[in-house]
């Protein structure tokens, strides 16, 4: 996603990847106690990843900190653009899919 080379991007994808992984498990085993409404589970996964951020600004060096952030913060606007595409063209992942070819 970001651009980011050597041990800090390294850690700063595996950051990431770890703390939103963990907030989808432990936010789908709330909404699942909660009826599987998947508007609980939006909510919970913000509430969530926002305090992982606050306790991140409190606790880390400003350098991977920012990393950590823009990291983020680009896969928001990746996954926003893509939310975007999907609902003004509907067909454009099976399109750019066909446009690929099959790497078996």
Request: aromatic fraction near 6%; charge should be negative.
């Amino acid at each position: 996603m970001v651009a980011l080379s050597g041990d800090v991007g390294d850690f700063v994808e595996g950051f990431a990847n770890a703390v939103l992984g963990e907030l989808v498990v432990r936010t789908q085993a709330t909404a699942g106690r909660s009826g599987g409404d998947w508007r609980v589970l939006t909510d919970e996964l913000q509430a969530a990843l926002a305090a992982e951020i606050a306790h991140l600004q409190a606790t880390a060096p400003p350098e991977l900190r920012e990393a950590v952030l823009a990291y983020l913060l680009s896969a928001a606007v990746i996954d926003t653009f893509q939310a975007l595409l999907d609902q003004a063209y509907p067909t454009w992942r099976d399109e750019l899919q066909a446009e690929r070819p099959d790497p078996t």
